[in-house]
């Protein structure tokens, strides 16, 4: 039994065209091929097929039965590969119900889900998102086989593999309650180090580099209040006098609905950017591309593409 490995593609198209043309000129022209190189094809399909397929008669290359039978399953088959090749690669997010996977940070989750959530239902109203904590997978893989669509946040380990775009940089704030003894006054740095600290104790980049400047500061983790991540933290804050660090994305979310104020520390800190990370593979995916665009048009705000 023939298989599709069998035989050559090519072979297919030149017999449907005999088929049509029942004249091997014919046949030449339609394909920019030369009479021999048609009647050679013709030959390797002869072989192949155990068949004569076309006899030459007073009117034509006539088929035989074998033919016959052949010329409406090659015919569909051709035009399915030919739909196939020239499929459109196109994303409709008016009716689009796919999901997408991002990856990022639980402030990343504080700040873009808000936002994204409004946006989309707007806009695209059956696309669905899901978030994945960022440091309890393996990125990289989770990416690469496409289970995870766009990280969102600092990752400073991805490879070449991954384009990236950087949305934003921001300042880490010290942020407090309204009713804090400090609210009213100057944050000096004697009265930052001796106030009580809430520390969020990630161990993950950049975060670590926090933790670690402000040891050397002299805040330290074991004298004070921790948590292992940021989402509790305008909960506690709001409710005592715990100074606490974060990256002013966070505090600008935070700060109105739980009665919170922030300033810059009086600390030098190093700056916090988020960049938009995506595999290669996808980079021509149309829905990744437009998901990448409606992230942008929204969050970027320094428009620099690195690669």
Known sequence: MLEAKDIDLNLLVVFQQ???????????????????????ALARLRRQFDDELFVRTASGMQPTPRAEQLADSVAVALRHITAALNTEHTFDPDTSQRRFTIAMTDVGEVYFMPLLAAHLREFAPKVQIATLRASQIDLKTEMESGRVDLAIGAFDDL???????????????????????????????????????????????PYLKINQTLEKAGIFAGAHFQVPHFVAVPYIVATSDLLVTVPQKLAERAAAPFGLLYSKPPLRLPHLQ????????YHQDAGNLWLRGFISERFLEDDSLIS
Not at 174 to 193: Q, W
Request: charged share 25%; with cysteine; aromatic share 12%.
């Open 18 to 40: 005999v088929f049509q043309e029942r004249q091997i000129s014919a046949v030449a022209r339609s394909l920019g091929l030369s009479q021999p190189a048609v009647s050679n």
């Open 159 to 205: 490879s070449d593999a991954w384009y990236q775009r950087r949305l934003f940089r921001q300042e880490y704030v010290c942020m407090y309650r309204r009713e804090h003894p400090l609210a009213s006054g100057k944050l000096d740095l004697k009265t930052f180090i001796h106030a009580q600290h809430l520390i969020v104790a990630s161990q993950e980049e």
């Open 274 to 281: 988020t960049n938009m990370f995506w595999h290669r593979r």
